[in-house]
């Protein structure tokens, strides 16, 4: 697209220069062949300096940041085109120069009257009138050379500037959506770790159930391989997802762990990057949970003015092992790191850890 703008400017630009020295020529013979030769002595010299300041000067010097050589060159450049169009000129004029005729004898006669004196003022108007002189060629080439220059580079230097603009835009998108693979895929394993470390210890407790945990983790796998596969998922999904992934950490646990999720009855028609939330609540079952004591995990949304709160609160237990699940602090990490490339300044991730309790308030824009 650019190139093709920046060909139409110096063809727009071109046909002017060309055009204007007979649009505009007063001329009471109109259009004749002299009207086109004529500005030849102008426009060869400048296409002259246009080709080489295009394909030689701006690449071999500007490009290469080489910015004093570029000036450099380019006054020489003009100051040998303007001298060569000077002598041009002069040998013009030299062979087109004729000595005017001399002048008829003085003859008397004796009939001829004498000669008539006339005022100075009828003189003076007698006297044909003054003409601008025409500026000379080479005057027309230094000028123009100067204003071709600058108009040339400062498009060639745009045009670039704004084709490296795209492409760093371009390059940055890929990353960011480099990044965000490589962060779901560091969460959606360890989610899967869990899930059939749940389901094992199910199967000897209640079959039944083991079966329908088997069921709702296909479904959850169904989600992750055809519902988000886009990068977008909608909110009403994602909160289904959770749900269903909330139901089969319980399965795990006894009536002394509370595990209380809160939803909103209506769910707007919005759409957010999967997996948000998944790192997050994670930790919390990592953190939150003991056999030996009474635990509870606390998880809320909220939607307010266009913005998703998310409000998790978490008892804290002392952890005797850590061979099963993330290590501590990888799944806020990550989660800060796909909000920072997803919504960039806006959200805002707040943790607050008091020694006996964890609360997490994350809220983004929707």
């Known amino acids: 697209m650019m190139k093709t703008t920046e060909i139409l400017i110096i063809s727009v630009v071109w046909i002017v220069l060309i055009a204007a020295p007979v649009l505009f020529n007063d001329s009471l013979n109109g259009i004749t062949w002299e009207s086109f030769s004529t500005p030849l002595e102008t426009l060869i010299p400048l296409l002259v300096v246009f080709l080489i300041n295009r394909f030689l000067l701006v690449p071999g010097f500007l490009f290469r940041r080489k910015k004093v050589h ?7 450049l003009i100051a040998i085109v303007t001298g060569a169009s000077f002598l041009f000129s002069n040998q013009m004029q030299v062979g087109q120069f004729q000595p005017p005729p001399p002048p008829p004898p003085i ?8 000669p008539s004196f006339s005022t100075p003022s009828s003189s003076f108007k007698q006297n044909p009138p003054l003409h601008p002189r025409p500026i000379p060629p080479f005057m027309n080439v230094l000028i123009f050379s100067v204003l071709l220059v600058g108009f040339d580079t400062g498009l060639r230097v745009a045009v670039r500037l704004t084709k490296s603009e795209q492409e760093k835009a371009i390059l940055e998108k890929e990353h960011i959506e480099t990044q965000l693979t490589m962060l779901r895929n560091q969460v959606s394993p360890h989610f899967f770790m869990n899930t059939l470390n749940n389901i094992h210890a199910l199967i000897d407790i209640n079959t039944t159930e083991a079966k329908d945990a088997v069921i709702r983790l296909s479904n959850l796998m169904r989600y992750l391989l055809y519902e988000s596969t886009s990068g977008k998922t909608s909110l009403k999904s994602e909160l289904e997802f959770v749900e269903s992934y909330i139901d089969l950490m319980k399965l795990r646990y006894t009536n002394d762990v509370r595990i209380i999720l809160n939803v909103p009855g209506k769910v707007p028609d919005k759409m957010i990057p999967p997996f948000l939330f998944t790192a997050l609540i994670e930790n919390a079952f990592k ?13 809320d949304f909220i939607i307010d003015d266009n913005q998703l709160v998310m409000r998790v609160k978490n008892s804290i237990v002392p ?4 061979t099963e699940g993330s290590p501590s602090g990888i799944g806020l990490t990550n989660t800060r790191k796909r909000l920072d490339l997803q919504f960039g300044h806006h959200y805002r991730l707040d943790v607050l850890n008091n020694g006996t309790e964890f609360n997490v308030n994350l809220s983004i824009p929707i």
Do not use: D, N
Request: overall charge neutral; charged content about 10%.
């Open 70 to 76: 570029y000036v450099c060159a380019a006054f020489i």
């Open 287 to 299: 953190h939150g949970i003991s056999y030996k004591t009474k635990s509870y995990i606390f998880i």
């Open 319 to 322: 952890q005797e092992s850590e």
């Open 107 to 114: 003859t008397m006669s004796t009939h001829q009257p004498p």
